[in-house]
């Protein structure tokens, strides 16, 4: 087959495409030239400049695979690629060790003043008093994400003799304590670490997630690094807070905008900058580029990729009968991961009554998106959802069955963290989805964008209390649930709102006589 090298790709890549297959190295032409060439090949492989739109997919009628040799697929047309049968690969592993190797690269650099130094003698200048570093031995390390790249931080760490705390909503106790890590939450990392480490991808959530509220809380004798995504942190905040010396230094590697000029963070003191640069060592682009290679390979040659970023087609009939099902499952599972709050170690789903009748592969997938959506950059779907959910730590089984009780088809997540079990269930109903059951709890519920659930005793007016909190804040609520185990018992109930609930609104709610917990969901659902 043939394959159509658009950008400079490692020597080694190219050699194992050539292993097999004819390939043409055609780097630097233009948009209407690649338009023009593009339907006389079965595979691509890109890197991050050429733009494979929906155009350029549809003009590759031999197309059968895209690879992009990096990590993010952002320059592809993923739904494009999934309509038009053509899967689409990338190599999210090949830079972990360069991007981790980095990040210490910054914090030693911080931690001994080596570029303000360097800048110094360069001048002619021989001030050392003036460029008196720390140790970092004992320092404690405070890693924001414990994916491939947080982990292979800690385990540089731990030689470096640093103790470790870890933040991550989608790791256990136990599995942070296998990397020599205690597991806390995010405002005690800020308040406890010496060095601050980010390894979060950007999403709703983590936009913004250091402002100068957090930037407060650090010590001030503490770093700050970012080899993450630019815009987790808000560099505008961070600058002024170089400036107040409110914390002892920053390393940034990635910004909201790049190059990143006018960036207030170009004029800071104290922070050592370099221009994206994570991934960017001669062994991760052979790493990467052969990571891409082998799996275009494979799917060339009719194998399954293992990090294919987009799901396969499937029959119509199938791909009729669970369209609904797969928002459905997406937001059952976004709901189950507000819901548990902490570590997720394994996830059962199950698929009742006539859907089971079909390949519901896509369903767990859909599920396993929703959960793990805030805590990966990876695309999660029919091909790595279950390599996605194995390096998590995730355990998933799927079943299915044809006994759906009262409900034509009923979908069910059950998930297991910490030795307890969070079930919740869904249906479409009149076409449109509904929660019908979470943990023992029965209920009939549209999911909306912004909810508000609630475990309290119940006792007469608690629902009016709750209203009343919510009317004072100007929170407007739409509909409403209520089910509870026994008169005068334990009650759960369920809010779909026009807005969210601001944390001051929630805190009055969780102090209210009878109320045993609060969550403030957000589904993902309509236009916010």
Same mark, same amino acid.
């Given at each position: 087959? *043939?394959? &159509?090298?658009?950008?400079?790709?490692? #020597? +080694?890549?190219?050699?194992?495409?050539?292993?097999?297959? !004819?390939? !043409?190295?055609?780097?630097?032409?233009?948009?209407?030239?690649?338009?023009?060439?593009?339907? !006389?090949?079965?595979?691509?492989?890109?890197?991050?400049?050429?733009?494979?739109?929906?155009?350029?997919?549809?003009?590759?009628?031999?197309?059968?695979?895209?690879?992009?040799?990096?990590?993010?697929?952002?320059?592809?047309?993923?739904?494009?690629?999934?309509?038009?049968?053509?899967?689409?690969?990338? /190599?999210?592993?090949?830079?972990?060790?360069?991007?981790?190797?980095?990040? &210490?690269?910054?914090?030693?650099?911080?931690?001994?003043?080596?570029?303000?130094?360097?800048?110094?003698? %360069?001048?002619?200048?021989?001030?050392?008093?003036?460029?008196?570093? $720390?140790?970092? %031995?004992?320092?404690?390390?405070?890693?924001?994400?414990?994916?491939?790249?947080?982990?292979?931080?800690?385990? *540089?760490?731990?030689?470096?003799?640093?103790?470790?705390?870890?933040?991550?909503?989608?790791?256990?106790?136990?599995?942070?304590?296998?990397?020599?890590?205690?597991?806390?939450?995010?405002?005690?990392?800020?308040?406890?670490?010496?060095?601050?480490?980010?390894?979060?991808?950007?999403?709703?959530?983590?936009?913004?997630?250091?402002?100068?509220?957090?930037?407060?809380?650090?010590?001030?004798?503490?770093?700050?690094?970012?080899?993450?995504?630019?815009?987790?942190?808000? =560099?505008?905040?961070?600058?002024?807070?170089?400036?107040?010396?409110?914390?002892?230094?920053?390393?940034?590697?990635?910004?909201?905008?790049?190059?990143?000029?006018?960036?207030?963070?170009?004029?800071?003191?104290? /922070?050592?900058?370099?221009?994206?640069?994570?991934?960017?060592?001669?062994? /991760?682009?052979? %790493?990467?580029?052969? +990571?891409?290679?082998?799996?275009?390979?494979?799917?060339? =040659?009719?194998?399954?990729? @293992?990090?294919?970023?987009? /799901?396969?087609?499937?029959?119509?009939?199938?791909?009729?009968?669970?369209?609904?099902?797969?928002?459905?499952?997406?937001?059952?599972?976004?709901?189950?991961?507000?819901?548990?709050?902490?570590?997720?170690?394994?996830?059962?789903?199950?698929?009742?009554? =006539?859907?089971?009748?079909? !390949?519901?592969?896509?369903?767990?997938?859909?599920?396993?998106?929703?959960?793990?959506?805030?805590?990966?950059?990876? %695309?999660?779907?029919? $091909?790595?959802?279950?390599?996605?959910?194995?390096?998590?730590?995730?355990?998933?089984? +799927?079943?299915?069955?044809?006994?759906?009780?009262?409900?034509?088809?009923?979908?069910?997540?059950?998930?297991?963290?910490?030795?307890?079990?969070?079930?919740?269930?869904?249906?479409?109903?009149?076409?449109?989805?509904?929660?019908?059951?979470?943990?023992?709890?029965?209920?009939?519920?549209?999911?909306?964008?912004?909810?508000?659930?609630?475990?309290?005793?119940? @006792?007469?007016?608690?629902?009016? *209390?709750?209203?009343?909190?919510?009317?004072?804040?100007?929170?407007?609520?739409?509909?409403?649930?209520?089910? *509870?185990?026994?008169?005068? #018992?334990?009650?759960?109930?369920?809010?779909?709102?026009?807005?969210?609930?601001?944390?001051?609104?929630?805190?009055?709610?969780?102090?209210?006589?009878?109320?045993?917990?609060?969550?403030?969901?957000?589904?993902?659902?309509?236009?916010?």
């Amino acid at each position: 087959m *043939r394959i &159509l090298v658009a950008e400079p790709l490692a #020597a +080694e890549g190219i050699a194992v495409l050539r292993e097999r297959h !004819d390939v !043409d190295e055609r780097a630097g032409l233009s948009r209407d030239e690649y338009l023009a060439i593009i339907p !006389d090949y079965d595979a691509l492989v890109v890197r991050s400049q050429v733009q494979v739109d929906a155009a350029m997919i549809a003009a590759g009628t031999r197309l059968a695979v895209i690879g992009r040799a990096g990590v993010g697929v952002d320059n592809v047309d993923l739904d494009a690629a999934t309509r038009a049968g053509v899967t689409v690969v990338n /190599a999210p592993t090949g830079n972990t060790i360069a991007a981790a190797e980095h990040t &210490l690269a910054l914090l030693y650099a911080l931690a001994r003043n080596v570029s303000a130094a360097e800048a110094s003698l %360069r001048r002619g200048e021989w001030k050392r008093a003036q460029f008196t570093g $720390v140790e970092l %031995r004992g320092k404690t390390l405070g890693i924001v994400g414990f994916g491939k790249i947080g982990q292979a931080v800690a385990a *540089r760490a731990q030689a470096m003799e640093m103790p470790l705390l870890v933040s991550d909503p989608y790791v256990t106790s136990e599995q942070a304590a296998l990397h020599g890590a205690e597991l806390v939450s995010l405002d005690e990392i800020l308040t406890r670490a010496d060095v601050v480490s980010l390894h979060v991808p950007k999403t709703r959530t983590t936009a913004g997630m250091i402002g100068a509220a957090e930037l407060a809380r650090m010590k001030p004798t503490a770093f700050l690094l970012n080899v993450a995504r630019g815009g987790v942190v808000d =560099e505008v905040a961070l600058a002024e807070a170089l400036a107040a010396g409110t914390i002892a230094g920053a390393a940034v590697d990635v910004f909201a905008a790049e190059p990143p000029v006018g960036s207030p963070l170009l004029e800071a003191p104290h /922070a050592v900058l370099t221009p994206h640069l994570g991934a960017s060592t001669a062994e /991760a682009q052979v %790493r990467v580029a052969v +990571e891409a290679a082998q799996q275009v390979v494979d799917v060339l =040659e009719g194998r399954s990729a @293992r990090y294919a970023v987009n /799901a396969p087609l499937l029959t119509p009939e199938t791909a009729r009968a669970i369209a609904p099902y797969v928002p459905l499952a997406e937001t059952l599972g976004s709901f189950l991961a507000q819901y548990v709050r902490g570590g997720i170690d394994s996830l059962a789903v199950q698929v009742s009554g =006539e859907l089971a009748e079909h !390949d519901c592969s896509q369903v767990a997938a859909a599920a396993l998106r929703g959960l793990l959506e805030e805590t990966t950059t990876e %695309r999660v779907n029919l $091909v790595n959802a279950a390599t996605i959910a194995k390096a998590r730590g995730i355990g998933v089984t +799927e079943t299915r069955t044809s006994d759906a009780g009262a409900y034509a088809t009923l979908v069910t997540l059950r998930a297991g963290s910490g030795g307890r079990t969070s079930t919740i269930a869904g249906t479409i109903g009149a076409g449109e989805p509904r929660i019908v059951r979470i943990d023992d709890y029965r209920l009939d519920m549209e999911p909306v964008t912004w909810m508000l659930m609630t475990s309290h005793r119940d @006792r007469p007016g608690m629902v009016g *209390r709750i209203g009343a909190v919510l009317g004072e804040a100007d929170v407007n609520i739409s509909a409403m649930t209520l089910a *509870r185990s026994a008169p005068r #018992a334990d009650a759960l109930m369920l809010l779909a709102l026009d807005d969210t609930v601001p944390d001051a609104v929630a805190a009055r709610i969780r102090a209210l006589d009878a109320i045993l917990d609060v969550w403030v969901l957000h589904l993902g659902r309509g236009d916010a």
